[in-house]
C-alpha cells in the first residue's frame, strides 16, 4: 500500500519517489485489484462532512437565550397558576422567534454540500496500461491521470509530463492569470501559489496537456482542507449576544428582586400569601419585554435575507450584526472584487495610444485614438497600418478562442489571449476569417524560458508572428512600423516610456512583432525569432474591478 505523506512533501519529491512513494506504474497506472484496495482504504473521491446537530437539536438551540429563560419560566408559573391564556401567549411569542431563527440557520447548511458538487467531474486515467474515462470520485492515490485543455483537474496531483501547460488555480491563489507548470521537484517551504510541478484539485486547465499521478483525494486534498474549514464550528460571540446576555441577567435580577420584595412587603401587611405570590408574578411577567427577542431575532434574520440576495451566506444569525460592525474588510481580489475577465483597455502603436471600450470577453466596444488625454471617435473605415498589424498578430499567435452562451461571453483557453481576440473583434477583426485566409503552418509555444509564442502563416509573403514580453522582444527587434505603414529605425526609448505609461495604469503589458519568412519555409524555431522582427505594438490588459464593488468603496470611503 502506498505510504500516506503530509501533501507538502509531494512537490519536493522527484518523479521517480512519488511513484515508488505512491506504489505505482508511471507508463501502465494500477491495476484493477490496486485500484479496488486502495478504493476501500481511502473511499471515494469526493468531499465528506462529518454529520451536523439534527434538526431538533438546532431547533432546541434557539432557545438557548436568558431572556427566553425567563419568558418560558413566566409562561409555566401562569400555566401553573390556571392563567392559560397569558401562559399561551408567552409560549408563542418564544415559539415564533424559534421558529424565525431555525428556519433562517437551516437555509444555510446547504452551503458547504455545495463546495463538494463543485468538485465533481469526471477523469481520464491511465489502469493497467489503457486509457479510460471514469468520474472523479472513482479516483485513488496512485492513480495515473491524464489532462488536457478544457479539463478540471479532479484530485491533487503530482506533475510527471507537462506539454505547454497552464492552470488556472485562482480559486486557490487568487492570481487571475493561469500558471504555467513543471515538473521538477521544488523546495519543501514553496508556497502553495508557487508550486509548479502540482495541479490541485478543482482547479482549470486552461491550456496545454499534462499527465500526473493523484497525490490526495477527497478531504486530504486543497479544496477539502477548505470544506473542513467551513465545517469548523464555534461558539459565536458578538458584541449584540454579550450586550444581549448582560441585559437579560440584569433584567433577571431587577424583576426578581422586585417580585420578592411585592411578595415580603404584603406578608409584612397582613396579605394572603398566595394573592401576594400571584401579584409577584404578575409584575414579573409584565416587566419582561416579551417581544425583544423576536423583533432582534427578525432583524437579524432581514439582515441575512439581504446579504443571501448578494449571495452571501450567513450561518448564525449574531453574525449579521458583526458583520456591520466591522471597520476593516480582508477581501479575495480575484473574482470578488474584479471580474476574473483579463480585458485590453490600452493599445501603444507607432507613437500613438488608442483606447479600446468594453470589458470582459465580450466583442462590444469600440477602439479610438487618444488625443490630449480624451479617446476621440471610434474608427469608421480602415485602421491605422501599425494598429491594424498589432490586432492581427494578437489574434493569430493565439491557441484560444471564445464562446457565446446567450449573452454572455468565455474564453475556451488562456484568458490573456482571450482578451487579446475580443480587441481584436472589437475593431471588426475575425479569427476564423483571417485564418482561412493565411493558416497556421506552424508554431512556437510560450516557454518561461524565452517568454514568447510565435506562428508562422501563409501567405503573400508567409509571416511569422510572435508575442511576448516586452524584454524579450525588443532585444530582437531591429525596427517598427510608423503611423503610415513603413519601416522605420526601432525607438526603444520610446517604447520603454510607453511601457511605464501602461504600468503605471495598473496593466499588464505584451508586446507584438512579426517577420517575413521564406517563400518555402513550412517550420520556425528559435534560431527564427532571434533576430530581424519588426515590433508592432503594445497591448495593456487589466483584470477590470467589478462596478458593484467601486460603487461599494464609493459609498464607503465618499472617493
Not at 424 to 448: C, H, M, N, V, W
Request: net charge negative.
Amino acid at each position: 500500500m502506498p505510504v500516506q505523506l503530509s501533501l507538502p512533501l509531494y512537490h519536493q519529491l522527484s518523479q521517480p519517489e512519488v511513484i515508488e512513494c505512491l506504489t505505482s506504474d508511471g507508463s501502465a497506472g494500477l491495476s484493477a485489484e490496486e485500484v479496488a484496495s486502495r478504493y476501500e482504504k481511502y473511499g471515494p473521491n469526493e468531499l465528506r462532512f462529518k454529520p451536523g446537530k439534527p434538526a431538533w437539536l438546532r431547533f432546541l438551540g434557539q432557545f438557548h437565550q436568558p431572556l427566553l429563560y425567563i419568558l418560558l419560566l413566566a409562561g409555566t408559573i401562569k400555566a401553573f397558576l390556571g392563567s392559560w391564556t397569558n401562559a399561551s401567549v408567552i409560549w408563542g411569542v418564544t415559539l415564533i422567534n424559534a421558529i424565525i431563527g431555525y428556519v433562517q440557520e437551516a437555509k444555510a447548511e446547504g452551503a458547504i454540500a455545495s463546495l463538494a458538487k463543485a468538485v465533481t467531474t469526471e477523469a481520464t486515467v491511465l489502469r493497467e496500461g489503457q486509457t479510460l474515462r471514469i468520474p472523479s470520485r472513482d479516483l485513488v492515490p496512485g492513480d495515473i491521470v491524464l489532462l488536457a485543455s478544457g479539463d478540471k483537474v479532479p484530485a491533487d496531483l503530482r506533475l510527471l509530463k507537462v506539454r505547454n501547460l497552464q492552470v488556472d488555480e485562482s480559486a486557490l491563489t487568487g492570481e487571475s492569470l493561469p500558471g504555467s507548470k513543471a515538473i521538477e521537484p521544488l523546495p519543501g517551504d514553496t508556497p502553495l501559489a508557487e508550486r509548479t510541478n502540482m495541479a490541485y484539485a478543482g482547479s482549470f486547465v486552461t491550456f496545454g496537456q499534462g499527465k500526473g499521478i493523484v497525490v490526495s483525494t477527497a478531504n486530504a486534498t486543497e479544496v477539502g482542507q477548505i470544506s473542513q474549514s467551513m465545517e469548523s464550528r464555534v461558539s459565536l460571540s458578538t458584541p449584540l449576544t454579550r450586550k444581549f446576555a448582560q441585559f437579560s441577567r440584569t433584567l433577571l435580577y431587577a424583576i426578581l428582586t422586585l417580585a420578592t420584595l411585592t411578595f415580603a412587603i404584603g406578608l409584612g401587611r397582613g396579605k394572603s400569601w398566595i394573592d401576594m405570590f400571584e401579584a409577584a408574578v404578575a409584575l414579573a411577567v409584565s416587566a419582561i419585554p416579551e417581544g425583544l427577542p423576536a423583533v432582534v431575532t427578525i432583524t437579524l434574520a432581514i439582515g441575512v435575507n439581504r446579504m443571501a440576495s448578494r449571495n452571501a451566506i450567513i450561518r448564525k444569525l449574531p453574525a449579521v450584526e458583526a458583520l456591520g460592525s466591522a471597520t476593516v474588510i480582508c477581501s479575495d481580489k480575484t473574482g470578488t472584487l474584479t471580474e476574473n475577465q483579463m480585458t485590453v483597455q490600452s493599445i501603444y502603436t507607432e507613437g500613438q495610444y488608442y483606447a479600446v471600450s468594453g470589458g470582459g470577453y465580450s466583442p462590444k466596444g469600440e477602439i479610438s485614438l487618444i488625443t490630449d488625454g480624451n479617446p476621440g471617435s471610434p474608427f469608421a473605415e480602415e485602421l491605422p497600418p501599425a494598429l491594424g498589424d498589432c490586432l492581427v498578430a494578437g489574434l493569430l499567435c493565439n491557441d484560444s478562442g471564445l464562446k457565446q452562451t446567450g449573452e454572455d461571453w468565455s474564453v475556451v483557453g488562456d484568458p490573456t489571449e482571450g482578451a487579446l481576440i475580443a480587441a481584436a473583434a472589437k475593431a471588426g477583426l475575425s479569427q476564423l476569417a483571417l485564418l482561412s485566409l493565411t493558416p497556421r503552418l506552424d508554431a512556437i509555444p510560450f516557454e518561461s524560458e524565452y517568454q514568447y509564442m510565435a506562428t508562422l502563416h501563409d501567405g503573400i509573403p508567409r509571416l511569422i508572428y510572435v508575442k511576448g514580453s516586452v524584454e524579450s522582444l525588443m532585444r530582437r527587434c531591429s525596427q517598427m512600423i510608423d503611423r503610415y505603414g513603413q519601416m522605420t529605425v526601432l525607438n526603444a526609448q520610446q517604447i520603454e516610456q510607453a511601457v511605464e505609461t501602461m504600468a503605471e495604469q495598473g496593466l499588464r503589458v505584451l508586446a507584438f512583432a512579426k517577420k517575413a519568412a521564406a517563400t518555402h519555409q513550412h517550420s520556425i524555431d528559435h534560431e527564427d525569432i532571434e533576430t530581424g522582427l519588426v515590433f508592432l505594438g503594445l497591448q495593456g490588459m487589466i483584470d477590470p474591478p467589478r462596478p458593484e464593488a467601486i460603487a461599494a468603496v464609493h459609498r464607503k470611503f465618499w472617493v
